[in-house]
């Protein structure tokens, strides 16, 4: 239990060292401004559609009695929607985190600088990095969709489908919530995804503590903006405590390395 309030800690962590520095938390604004106008557009349809969607997808039902029918079709339009609702707090992440990858490079460098020792760079042009970040962002979002059909499906569960799932659900998103944003500071240190979700899953309930909370968060859309810019300076700090130099491999085939001339492993992690 102690882990996941310290996991809580980083993200306000992250959000005091904007709050301090509000030159950084001003430019790390804009690309989720541009996000939610997308999202919110999505989300508002998908809130007028999703009943006639549960409408068309249950036609053994239209000759159902009340109130049964209704208790049917209520249940799974609410699923439908928090089942967007968990999409799209993974997506707007990955989307925001590729349409400003320039402004959150920046701003997780900064925090590294304003934290003192080494502050690695990936050396990689910005086509590269965006083509990275993007390939992984299709891999996390496969891993989220897989999960995301064995819940939908277990939310015709009575009573546990309404509860028990939609709670694993939050933890889900918020579990890949943190490997996204931690991958801005993680993939300039040369870990490849396969490493980094390796070093998360042996910390799984600090990560849940840091990405849960802020899952919920981010069902608000305008505070999903507010709070992306100190989410990525939370998981900086997060990414900095979670990788010991000491132990992590330098230049070489083993873990941490690219594996195929992704990224090249930084200096500051060479013996």
Same mark, same amino acid.
């Given at each position: 239990m102690s882990d996941l309030g310290a996991g809580f800690g980083y993200l306000m962590k992250g959000q005091r060292w904007v709050a301090q520095h509000g030159r950084w938390f001003g430019f790390g604004l804009l690309p989720g401004l541009v996000t939610l106008v997308v999202y919110a557009g999505a989300l508002i349809g998908l809130g007028y559609g999703a009943d006639d969607f549960v409408g068309w997808a249950t036609p053994f039902a239209d000759d159902w009695s009340s109130p049964w029918q209704g208790i049917l079709r209520t249940g799974l339009t609410a699923l439908? !929607?928090? !089942?967007? +609702? !968990?999409l799209a707090v993974i997506t707007f992440t990955a989307v925001t985190l590729l349409v400003g990858q320039p402004f959150y490079e920046s701003l997780s460098e900064e925090v590294d600088?304003?934290?003192?020792?080494?502050?690695?760079?990936s050396g990689l042009p910005l086509w590269r990095e965006l083509w990275i970040s993007? $390939?992984?962002?299709? &891999?996390?979002? *496969?891993?989220v969709a897989l999960y995301g059909i064995i819940l939908f499906a277990c939310g015709f569960i009575p009573v546990i489908g309404q509860t028990v799932v939609p709670a694993i659900g939050f933890c889900v998103s918020g579990y890949f919530l943190a490997e996204e944003l931690t991958a801005v500071a993680l993939q300039r240190r040369?870990?490849?995804l396969k490493d980094r979700l390796v070093l998360l &899953?042996? &910390? &799984?309930?600090l990560v849940l503590g840091f990405g849960v909370p802020l899952t919920l968060a981010f +069902?608000?859309?305008?505070?999903?903006? !507010? +709070?992306?810019?100190g989410a990525?300076?939370?998981? %900086? *700090? +997060?990414? $900095?405590?979670?990788?010991?130099?000491? %132990?992590?491999?330098?230049?070489?085939p083993g873990p941490g390395t690219a594996d195929s001339g992704d990224a090249p492993a930084p200096r500051a992690w060479s013996a």
């Open positions: 439908v !929607f928090v !089942f967007g +609702l !968990f600088r304003s934290e003192g020792g080494d502050v690695p760079e993007a $390939r992984d962002s299709v &891999r996390i979002l *496969l891993r040369g870990m490849i &899953r042996g &910390r &799984r309930m +069902l608000v859309p305008v505070v999903a903006v !507010f +709070l992306m810019p990525v300076a939370g998981a %900086t *700090l +997060l990414a $900095r405590d979670l990788v010991d130099p000491d %132990t992590v491999p330098g230049p070489g």
